[in-house]
């Protein structure tokens, strides 16, 4: 006879971001009864890619990494996706990642697919120059599974303009002397001295930033004076508060991979920024703050939340706690669905991923554009570009959230999967 006391049950699988995006993806093709074959289509990925590769560190050791590119779907044009440099890169996140990024071009009305890649490493373990020869390793690896037709990377998470350089000149270094210079735009986001966009660093921030003002606009509410925490305090956490704070809200409380702070009576945006700088990237010891528990960062009482580090933040276990009543996704997959449900019964706003961070995107496609017509755009032309494009998109799913009596993360799957519905309708299926 089994004692019951001594048998250990298994535990619950935790619920990954693949999860999240096939179901937010379902619930959308339910909404507006999607094409059946469209949607047996648009459920799988086109093509998933892993590399294993060698790379010689500077103590002469060989180290493998693990290098990932997911293509999910290029209907509507190139693939199109950031490369990230974490731990937590695999090829389930590749996938949902991938496909947000699909969503997410097509909800801007972008002429690009979605995918989505990185390598599995912890990139503070390593020097600069064994990153670059990494970097190097994994494009030379890529080959022609990346180009500027085909499938252009851009920066993700610890990946830089620094990065896509070194992509970039790897690149072009496999094509003959004629072929290079038509070869720049393989990567958006690089630095502005090698065919990048004046405002790239910041323009997934500064379309944070615009999303807020425009539900702000929409809502009749001032943002002076209100109240708003970030998570993650990289270019898009940055970037978002300096704009933010120009309107005159208030920073009380920031969180990033080191922990968290927070301060009720406000935090200086450039103070914390130069702080972060000085001090190995890291916000702690801040004077100007006290730090907080980790655990309870999204429990801090302010009037907007600004996930914008990884996803998978905001779920079933922490969503009760949340102070805000809007909470604006900077990052890709912050908030999971049983913790979304959670907030939409307390009657919280999320202003989702795919059109509140998709500033960075939008900007790569003006990057991208820019190379191909040997063109040069100023700083004030870009971001009036951007504010232009956003607003249109941000129109439109406030439109179909009133329209449908719906939710804003429905409505953005909504009018993002109806696009691409449309292209293969006209199109048809090969052969």
């Known amino acids: 006879m089994i004692n019951e006391q001594t048998v250990?049950?298994?535990?619950?699988?935790?619920?990954?971001?693949?999860?999240?995006?096939?179901?937010?993806?379902?619930?959308?093709?339910?909404?507006?009864?999607?094409?059946?074959?469209?949607?047996k289509i648009l459920s799988i990925t086109n093509t998933e890619i892993i590399i294993n590769?060698?790379?010689?560190?500077?103590?002469?050791?060989?180290?493998?990494?693990?290098?990932?590119?997911?293509?999910?779907?290029?209907?509507?044009?190139?693939?199109?996706?950031?490369?990230?440099?974490?731990?937590?890169?695999?090829?389930d996140a590749a996938r949902a990642l991938a496909m947000w990024?699909?969503?997410?071009?097509?909800?801007?009305?972008?002429?690009?697919?979605g995918a989505k890649g990185g390598i599995q490493i912890d990139p503070s373990k390593y020097s600069k120059n064994e990153l670059e020869r990494i970097t190097r390793r994994f494009t030379y690896a890529l080959g022609e599974n990346i180009g500027p037709e085909h499938d252009i990377p851009a920066p993700d998470v610890n990946t830089n303009a620094q990065t896509m350089a070194w992509i970039a000149d790897t690149y072009m270094s496999t094509k003959s002397?004629?072929?290079?210079?038509?070869?720049?735009?393989?990567?958006?986001?690089?630095?502005?001295?090698?065919?990048?966009?004046?405002?790239?660093?910041?323009?997934?921030?500064?379309?944070?930033f615009l999303t807020i003002k425009f539900w702000a606009e929409k809502n009749n509410i001032s943002l002076a004076?209100?109240?708003?925490?970030?998570?993650?305090?990289?270019?898009?956490?940055?970037?978002?508060s300096h704009f933010l704070e120009i309107e005159g809200a208030k920073l009380v409380g920031v969180q990033d991979a080191f922990g968290s702070v927070?301060?009720?009576?406000?935090?200086?945006?450039?103070?914390?920024?130069?702080?972060?700088?000085?001090?190995?990237?890291s916000i702690l010891g801040f004077p100007e703050a006290e730090p907080f528990d980790s655990k309870e960062f999204f429990s801090i009482d302010c009037d907007i939340c600004?996930?914008?580090?990884?996803?998978?933040?905001?779920?079933?276990?922490?969503?009760?706690?949340?102070?805000a009543t809007l909470i604006a996704e900077g990052a890709n997959g912050p908030t999971d669905v049983e913790g979304e449900k959670i907030l939409m019964?307390?009657?919280?706003?999320?202003?989702?991923?795919?059109?509140?961070?998709?500033?960075?995107?939008?900007?790569?496609?003006?990057?991208?554009?820019?190379?191909?017509?040997?063109?040069?755009?100023?700083?004030?032309?870009?971001?009036?570009?951007?504010?232009?494009?956003?607003?249109?998109?941000?129109?439109?799913?406030?439109?179909?959230?009133?329209?449908?009596?719906?939710?804003?993360?429905?409505?953005?799957?909504s009018i993002a999967i109806e696009r691409i519905e449309k292209a293969y309708i006209l199109r048809g299926i090969f052969p």
């Open 306 to 323: 600004i996930p914008a580090a990884l996803g998978n933040q905001i779920t079933k276990h922490n969503a009760h706690t949340v102070k």
């Open 177 to 208: 002397t004629s072929e290079r210079s038509k070869n720049q735009h393989v990567v958006t986001g690089k630095p502005t001295g090698s065919g990048g966009l004046e405002g790239r660093d910041r323009a997934t921030g500064y379309g944070v």
């Open 345 to 413: 019964e307390r009657g919280i706003t999320i202003i989702p991923d795919i059109l509140c961070n998709s500033g960075g995107v939008i900007g790569s496609y003006f990057e991208w554009l820019q190379n191909r017509n040997g063109e040069l755009w100023q700083m004030d032309e870009i971001l009036e570009k951007l504010e232009k494009k956003l607003r249109t998109s941000f129109e439109k799913v406030v439109n179909y959230t009133e329209e449908n009596k719906t939710d804003m993360r429905t409505a953005a799957f």
């Open 262 to 281: 927070q301060n009720k009576e406000g935090i200086s945006t450039e103070d914390l920024f130069n702080y972060s700088i000085s001090n190995n990237g």
């Open 53 to 91: 590769f060698p790379v010689r560190m500077d103590n002469g050791d060989v180290e493998i990494f693990t290098g990932y590119r997911v293509q999910h779907n290029n209907a509507l044009g190139p693939y199109k996706g950031g490369l990230r440099y974490h731990p937590t890169v695999d090829i």
């Open 225 to 240: 004076g209100k109240k708003y925490i970030v998570q993650g305090f990289g270019n898009v956490g940055y970037w978002a």
């Open 101 to 113: 990024m699909t969503w997410k071009t097509s909800l801007a009305g972008l002429p690009y697919g």
């Open 8 to 39: 250990e049950k298994p535990k619950p699988l935790k619920r990954g971001m693949l999860d999240n995006v096939l179901e937010q993806f379902n619930h959308a093709a339910d909404v507006i009864n999607l094409n059946p074959n469209v949607r």
